[in-house]
């Protein structure tokens, strides 16, 4: 998923743009680009180790 979403953010998506910047380069209508986004930025979440 990220070769195929990663080329849709050349040239970068400006900062004042987003989030709308973003969703406006994944096809689809309703909730599907969102969905997609949220899917493809899930690999970066992380969490904090406990006790912290």
């Known amino acids: ?3 195929v979403l990663g080329a849709r953010f050349l040239p970068p998506v ?3 743009r987003l989030p ?3 969703l406006e380069r994944i096809p689809g209508q309703g909730q599907a680009p969102l969905l997609a986004l949220l899917t ?3 690999p970066l979440t992380v ?3 406990e006790g912290r």
């Open 1 to 3: 998923m990220w070769q």
């Open 14 to 16: 400006a900062v004042v």
């Open 20 to 22: 709308a910047g973003l």
């Open 40 to 42: 493809w930025l899930w």
């Open 47 to 49: 969490t904090a180790p």
